[in-house]
């Protein structure tokens, strides 16, 4: 008789497969929680820099506030 089937001893697997399912409930979550907003923050970033660059603009400090000017 298949043990998968019928009432039969088991070997251990299904303690395996649990650790898998933990393991990649884990690794989605850190990957949707941390990685893909680091990702998403250097790609806008750089989006914005070679904007800037190809616009001919530079960021000025005056006091607290952050302004784009142009220097053409």
Request: a positive charge.
């Amino acid at each position: 008789m298949r043990t998968d089937v019928g009432g039969g001893g088991c070997c251990g697997c299904h303690d395996f497969d649990t650790a898998i399912v933990i393991g990649g409930l884990i690794s989605s979550t850190a990957l949707t929680l941390v990685v893909l907003p680091v990702l998403y923050y250097l790609v806008e970033g750089a989006k914005e820099r070679r904007e800037e660059k190809r616009l001919g603009l530079v960021e000025v400090e005056s006091g607290r506030r952050r302004r784009s000017v142009h220097l053409g």
